[in-house]
């Protein structure tokens, strides 16, 4: 008889890609199941498990043995398992078998779509089958957008759900059934972390259940390597109604855990007090960073009079105003490719990317004020050693052109939708190339875009202190990383 990773590892290979992406279907690992099912503190009593999106049944299974090997104390454990693919039934039933007459267990095999069901019990519908307050519940929920109009969407939004994945859906459905003190532990995305399409869900989550565990894993592709996924994932725990404490932090480079680390952070270090996104922060060392003792980077951006915008320039909607070079009517517009050593080159005919967009009534409110502006990419290349990459835009390079456009993959920090004084410009642009602003925004931001909202959130240096910097650079011309980063340690001295 195959042991449930034989199983798991046999289905995952016979399933077609195009099932596991309509599906958003990826079979957990052994090894990542066992570490999950440790994750739930000791208890006792009766146990109502939620398994959601089950599969063949590897994370059942390893809570069950754990429950076997008698770390669990419950005197009965009843097992709801979802699973919407009824060629996984069969497996999933040979899985759950063999805990049949193990002291008091039972386990129900429930087909269908979780998100109606659970949506249906919850609003009390009277043709809804009754689902239990569950006090756990383990998951491995489906990975895969929800359209904005679709069913789905309209029936978490009858339960003051708003969520855009049906990983997120999973989870705050999970945290809805909860019983008072119910344990939640699930693997996911990292993505509901950070960005304001997840902003709702992680509202949700944290109105109704306190954060007890985050587990990260240092390497994207091998939690799922068997299915080759490179969204990087997190283990999160969760305990409803819980009051909230401090939060358990581990690190391990994969799923064998051989190189376990963990950590204990205050609440208020993953979560922002002055954070109006709440977004999760996960940090890997208990030192503070170099910005975070720093008693000089202590300024907001409103504190300097300062915005941060992403770029309004959506190229695939104003593609009929693009122009791949300059011409009459048509005025530059920045691309991340024209940003090269911290200043802006245009035009590039060698781009393979528009230079110019034509101004006229349908492009004119996405255009700025020709000036000295900062500017960051959004995505750093592979080769880049920092995530965060400024650059300054000098006027002068673009000539008598009044106004510029700034695509979409740019932020751009103005004032009022304006450029900066050149000094103060370029003195931002200095502080964020240093190594410790990165490594600031590495410790805390795990995803690989720099975001206008993360910009936002940081700390920075005063308004004087950054025109000082400017000053400096302006001396200077050719720079150094280390030169930076010795003016950044002399500002905080």
Request: aromatic fraction near 8%.
């Amino acid at each position: 008889m195959l042991s449930v990773e034989q199983t798991r590892l046999q289905v995952a290979k016979k399933t077609e890609a195009r099932k596991k992406s309509q599906l958003g279907q990826f079979f957990t690992p052994e090894k990542i199941a066992v570490f999950m099912a440790g994750l739930f503190p000791d208890s006792s009593g009766a146990c109502r498990l939620l398994d959601a999106g089950a599969g063949v049944g590897s994370l059942s299974d390893a809570f069950l043995q754990r429950w076997l090997s008698g770390s669990f104390n419950f005197q009965q454990i009843a097992l709801d398992a979802f699973e919407i693919d009824e060629s996984l039934h069969a497996h999933l039933s040979k899985t759950l078998e063999k805990y049949q007459g193990r002291g008091n267990f039972s386990a129900a095999i429930r087909g269908g779509d979780f998100i109606h069901l659970a949506t249906e019990a919850l609003a009390g519908s009277l043709f809804a089958a009754a689902m239990p307050q569950y006090t756990h519940a383990i998951l491995n929920p489906p990975y895969k957008k929800i359209n904005s109009h679709s069913a789905h969407r309209l029936a978490l939004r009858s339960m003051g759900i708003e969520t855009v994945n049906l990983y997120s859906a999973f989870v705050a459905l999970a945290v809805a059934q909860a019983a008072a003190g119910g344990q939640i532990v699930a693997i996911i995305p990292r993505s509901f972390c950070n960005g304001p399409y997840y902003r709702p869900f992680r509202d949700f989550i944290l109105e109704r259940a306190a954060l007890r565990h985050i587990h990260l894993f240092e390497s994207r592709s091998k939690a799922f390597k068997d299915d080759a996924v490179l969204q990087e994932n997190v283990i999160i725990r969760l305990e409803r109604g819980g009051q909230q404490g401090a939060v358990t932090i581990t690190t391990s480079t994969d799923d064998s855990f051989a190189d376990l680390a963990t950590n204990e952070h205050p609440f208020d270090r993953i979560v922002l007090p002055n954070d109006p996104e709440r977004f999760i922060h996960v940090p890997t060392t208990t030192e503070k960073s170099a910005i975070e003792l720093s008693p000089a980077v202590r300024y907001s951006l409103a504190d300097l009079g300062i915005k941060v915008s992403t770029g309004p320039v959506v190229d695939f909607r104003l593609k009929a105003h693009l122009r791949d070079m300059p011409e009459e009517g048509a005025v530059p517009l920045l691309y991340p490719g024209h940003l090269s050593s911290n200043k802006a080159v245009w035009p590039l005919p060698s781009l393979k990317k528009p230079n110019a967009i034509v101004r006229n009534a349908e492009t004119e409110k996405w255009l700025y004020p020709n000036g000295f502006y900062c500017v960051v990419r959004r995505f750093s290349s592979k080769e880049e050693k920092r995530r965060v990459v400024a650059s300054v835009v000098d006027p002068a390079t673009f000539g008598g052109h009044s106004v510029l456009g700034f695509e979409n993959h740019i932020n751009l920090f103005h004032e009022n939708k304006r450029g900066l004084p050149e000094l103060l410009a370029r003195g931002l642009a200095v502080f964020l190339n240093t190594s410790a602003v990165d490594e600031s925004f590495r410790r805390f931001n795990g995803h690989t875009q720099v975001n206008a909202t993360d910009l936002k959130l940081m700390k920075y240096p005063s308004r004087r202190a950054l025109i000082a910097l400017g000053k400096w650079v302006k001396q200077h011309g050719d720079i150094t990383q280390a030169m930076m980063d010795e003016q950044l340690e002399k500002l905080s001295a």
